[in-house]
């Protein structure tokens, strides 16, 4: 295991006592320790089978659970096993925001990332009846979820994460649109807007958009300028991101008994209100026979039985995990989704020669991943026959859904007959951290970032530190052809790709997704508007349910850098003391010596007279994940014929560690 891979273990899923004792020696325990825990679903008799069953699936990180299943089962902490939830629909009251915003801080208190659909909240400006005030608006809201979100530590050491969405119809969109503008504001957020096929249609037309609330028409604007807004403010901060939220409940296998107005914070999961995102990922890359040869396949075989154990492994999860809230179990009992995908991807068409985004890799794409689909539906429905389909299955309901209707006749009939365990059943996660800890392998469908980079890893304190990591397939192709072999032309990166190339992918993989895909366009900075524009027209016009782009700016950091063109400092050296400061011109008048004992009495709390001037020095300090500097002044004073500090000062404009600093 690469040093990274064992840093990412140890710092996010390694089992460790209140103290900070590791209970888990080794991966082997980890995983371990998360099969005996999925196999506690299963009638006594059949647990011990099971458990077997699920640790062969995760041996050699063939199959990766997500996140918090591998930190959270089997600790017996009151964590989460589910990565991510859509929380309820906010009612347009104090009361119903401050109830939610407490759900929210419970949820995340678990571990769980949320997401959230503002649009329920009057916009700002409108009467509030009885209090003789205006509403401050959705996005003042948020502002309160951020700070909420920035104090709450979640569960282990994983980042809280939220997801926001405002309708296109929404008269606070332009605000919406324009909110993270503002370095350092709403950075615990991500933004996304609800686009209808309505207004597609009538930005199309260069028509007008009515912006209405509670069936009140506030005013109207050109659904082409507001859709430029939108463009604008992607392709220099790179959010909003854009959600097509008809498609995404048009094509929803449960469209007949929810309405989908969110997703969780990275988009692979549109879920309604109290949904759940439990995921799961197959690791392509150590799937492939004979890597580099002529002869190159997936074992598809193997793909087949891995996806059933996983299928098994996650519906089980849903009953043993434990859930922030009582509706979130609710929900998640009734409907029993799941969202089980694929990582490595990129690593698997380089073992089998395809270039990414290349015509041969599409071909190869669709049929893994509908080979991948097909298993995951007939193991749901022989689940269905061992344990009973979800609770809210309609038989005609069910089978009349558009991604229903695209499955083999053998699935189909089986649905039919007996039934099926989980509303849906497939999604495409980033898996960026369990594709570290899998030996780096790339990350869900997305091209290999770069073959060698830095990337800047999260520490429990808040800070970062920096790690150069290599790409699992080049490490394969060294040791298979020497450090000095020529790469070949289908090790291309995503650096080096078309946003042509990444949408023909995501394209194809949603045809074989019940749900949706978290994929992000990398595009150069000196890509023009227009170019960038059409990347979401062309995502559209394909049939994806999303579209999230990134175009490097000084506005947003980066988690990953490429070493060549983004160099980082790797030392900590300690900076040089300045020569010859310049000192005050100002005289430095000294308070009166005073007794340091009295009667016996050590005075150790007796405030100092503070003179007019004092000496000292400013330092500026980048933070880990904040876009603004802190500047901290530390003064001294001369007292008792000693210098000693004195006062302390910290100012930044980055107000996410205001809490911290106020409490000093």
């Not at 678990?110 to 009846?129: H, K, M, N």
């Not at 996983?310 to 609710?330: G, T």
């Not at 074989?512 to 027209?537: G, H, M, Q, W």
Request: charged share 25%.
């Amino acid at each position: 295991m690469s040093d990274i891979s064992r840093q990412i273990w140890d710092m996010k899923y390694r089992f460790k006592a209140a103290d900070g004792t590791p209970i888990d020696s080794e991966p082997g325990d980890t995983l371990a320790r998360v099969a005996l825990a999925a196999s506690q679903a299963e009638v006594p008799d059949l647990r011990a089978h099971w458990a077997g069953e699920f640790a062969g699936a995760l041996a050699g990180h063939k199959f990766l659970p997500a996140g918090r299943i591998l930190a959270g089962a089997g600790t017996e902490r009151n964590v989460t096993l589910f990565n991510c939830f859509v929380m309820g629909a906010i009612p347009d009251s104090m009361d119903g925001i401050f109830s939610h915003l407490r759900e929210a801080a419970l949820t995340l208190q678990q571990g769980g990332g949320i997401g959230y659909d503002f649009s329920t909240l009057r916009p700002q400006g409108a009467e509030v009846r009885g209090v003789g005030a205006d509403a401050s608006g959705p996005v003042s809201f948020m502002e309160v979820w951020d700070a909420m979100c920035r104090t709450i530590m979640s569960a282990g050491s994983r980042r809280g994460a939220m997801m926001a969405t405002l309708a296109c119809d929404h008269p606070d969109i332009e605000a919406f649109v324009d909110a993270k503008r503002t370095p350092g504001r709403l950075t615990m957020f991500n933004l996304s807007v609800l686009v209808s096929g309505a207004f597609m249609d009538a930005m199309k037309a260069d028509g007008e958009w009515p912006l209405t609330f509670g069936g009140r028409v506030y005013r109207t604007v050109r659904a082409r300028g507001l859709w430029d807004r939108i463009m604008r403010s992607t392709y220099e901060t790179a959010e909003p991101g854009v959600i097509f939220i008809d498609r995404i409940n048009a094509e929803n296998n449960l469209a007949y008994c929810e309405t989908i107005r969110a997703t969780n914070p990275c988009g692979e999961q549109p879920l309604p209100p109290y949904g759940a995102c439990l995921l799961g990922s197959i690791n392509l890359a150590r799937l492939v026979k004979q890597p580099f040869e002529d002869d190159a396949a997936l074992d598809e075989a193997e793909l087949a039985r891995l996806t059933r154990t996983a299928v098994r492994l996650l519906d089980n999860v849903i009953d043993v995990s434990r859930f922030p809230l009582l509706e979130q179990r609710a929900e998640a009992m009734a409907k029993r989704r799941i969202g089980l995908g694929v990582t490595g991807l990129a690593d698997a068409l380089i073992f089998c020669r395809a270039r990414y985004g290349a015509p041969e890799s599409m071909g190869l794409i669709e049929r893994w991943l509908s080979r991948l689909r097909d298993a995951a539906y007939r193991a749901s429905v022989e689940l269905a026959k061992e344990k009973g389909a979800f609770p809210l299955f309609d038989r005609d309901e069910y089978l009349a859904r558009p991604n229903i209707q695209l499955l083999p006749q053998d699935i189909r009939d089986g649905i039919a007959a007996h039934g099926i365990r989980n509303g849906l059943l497939t999604s495409i996660a980033p898996t960026g951290t369990i594709s570290l800890f899998a030996g780096n392998v790339s990350s869900g469908i997305e091209p290999v970032f770069a073959y060698s980079h830095t990337r800047k890893v999260l520490k429990p304190d808040g800070s970062s530190s920096s790690a150069e990591v290599e790409d699992f397939a080049l490490r394969a192709f060294r040791a298979r052809f020497g450090a000095d072999a020529a790469l070949p032309d289908y090790f291309v990166s995503a650096q080096t790709l078309s946003a042509d190339d990444h949408l023909a992918v995501q394209a194809v993989a949603q045809k074989c997704v019940d749900s949706s895909i978290s994929k992000t366009i990398n595009v150069p900075r000196d890509i023009s508007f227009e170019a960038f524009e059409n990347i979401y027209l062309n995502a559209y016009a394909l049939g994806c349910k999303g579209c999230t782009t990134y175009r490097p700016s000084a506005v947003r950091g980066a988690v990953l850098e490429v070493r060549d063109e983004l160099p980082v400092q790797t030392g900590g050296a300690i900076p040089a003391p300045i020569e010859n400061p310049i000192e005050p011109s100002l005289p430095l008048p000294l308070p009166p010596p005073r007794p340091r004992q009295e009667g016996g009495v050590v005075y150790m709390t007796q405030p100092l007279d503070r003179p007019e001037v004092l000496l000292g020095q400013t330092y500026k300090i980048k933070w880990a994940d904040s876009d603004h500097a802190f500047y901290i002044t530390i003064n001294d004073i001369q007292a008792d014929g000693r210098r000693r500090p004195f006062e302390i000062f910290i100012n930044s404009k980055n107000m996410e560690a205001y809490a911290w600093t106020l409490g000093l």
